[in-house]
């Protein structure tokens, strides 16, 4: 499977940030975790900079090094700035688009939503989680009953997070336009991606 399954608190502690929905665990432990955590001094080269974006970066989208790689590979074919170029498709996959309209309340939460076959995209039931969104695409929950439940409890559980000035959305019918390819000033994953292009470069 793609997504991790493991302990998501050992991983916030580990890089420091709330890659996952944050515990109480994570406060009490504000530490690396391990036996060693609170006093573990590491020598800190180049590479594990360059590593430890990427792991963070990765588990933030929930990718497998495969899809990982290949994304950036994909990224590094196209004309243009790598790392733009590479946050914007990560962005751009149906499953980080629901997460970032608000349909649903976590990254795991998304692609489920998008697997089990609630959504629609320019009105054709897409279950591929990895499915790139272009501009101008209409991304709008199914008419089930199901499906629309589950979005509307999600929108009002994420009322306080900011949609995107890419995507515009229509609450009342459960569906959000594409108006435009996200630039790197929309993004703000809290990583080094320039750290990922070199690691990756070498």
Not at 128 to 140: H, K, L, R
């Amino acid at each position: 499977m793609a997504r991790y399954t493991g302990p998501t608190t050992r991983i916030n502690r580990r890089f420091g940030m709330s890659i996952f929905p944050p515990s109480k665990a994570q406060d009490r432990k504000p530490h690396p975790p391990g036996q060693h955590g609170p006093r573990l001094r590491r020598k800190v080269t180049d590479y594990s900079m360059g590593l430890n974006e990427k792991q963070k970066l990765r588990y933030l989208y929930g990718l497998t090094e495969k899809q990982f790689r290949r994304t950036f590979d994909r990224a590094k074919s196209t004309r243009g700035v790598t790392g733009e170029i590479f946050l914007c498709l990560l962005e751009t996959r149906l499953d980080a688009v629901i997460y970032n309209i608000g349909f649903a309340k976590t990254r795991r939460q998304a692609r489920q939503f998008v697997a089990h076959g609630h959504i629609k995209v320019n009105g054709v039931k897409v279950d591929i989680p990895s499915y790139q969104v272009s501009a101008g695409d209409v991304v709008e929950v199914r008419e089930s009953t199901s499906s629309r439940q589950l979005a509307t409890r999600s929108l009002e559980d994420t009322r306080i997070r900011t949609v995107p000035l890419w995507i515009t959305r229509n609450d009342d019918a459960l569906k959000a336009t594409i108006n435009r390819l996200p630039t790197g000033d929309d993004i703000e994953p809290g990583v080094n991606v320039q750290l990922i292009v070199e690691f990756y470069s070498r």
